[in-house]
């Protein structure tokens, strides 16, 4: 079974840095596009940032771009979302998502990805 949890989450003041951290298990990790997602009360979730299915893509938000950086560790089945400049704005509740059949096209649809982790606040102070 797959499960993702993500950690790292809190609250910072705005200009600080988090790091967030997907921890997965029950494979296809290396084989399936991944990506972090953002909601907040009210609003449909957000795709911020994530990679293709063979990981040899990275994509961003327009809104989180040169403050943002994905990375991933294969060996440990574990993405990160290093998160700088961080600003009010960026105030969710993020979601790691896992997607076995996502195609490039659907890559920042929600709908396309078939696990999700629990997710982890974050709050950004002014």
């Known amino acids: 079974q797959v499960q993702l949890v993500e950690s790292g989450g809190g609250l910072v003041q705005a200009g600080g840095s988090l790091r967030l951290s997907c921890a997965t298990s029950?494979?296809?990790?290396?084989?399936?596009?991944m990506a972090w997602f953002r909601q907040t009360p009210g609003m449909e979730r957000e795709y911020v940032s994530g990679?293709?299915?063979?990981?040899?893509?990275?994509y961003y938000a327009d809104s989180v771009k040169g403050r943002f950086t994905i990375s991933r560790d294969n060996a440990k089945n574990t993405m990160y979302l290093q998160m700088n400049s961080l600003k009010p704005e960026d105030t969710a509740v993020y979601y790691c998502?896992?997607?076995?059949?996502?195609?490039?096209?659907?890559?920042?649809?929600?709908?396309?990805?078939?696990?999700w982790g629990q997710g982890t606040q974050v709050t950004v102070s002014s």
């Open positions: 998502a896992l997607g076995t059949g996502v195609i490039t096209s659907q890559l920042r649809v929600a709908d396309a990805y078939g696990y």
């Open positions: 990679f293709s299915r063979t990981g040899g893509y990275t």
């Open positions: 029950g494979g296809f990790f290396r084989s399936s596009a």
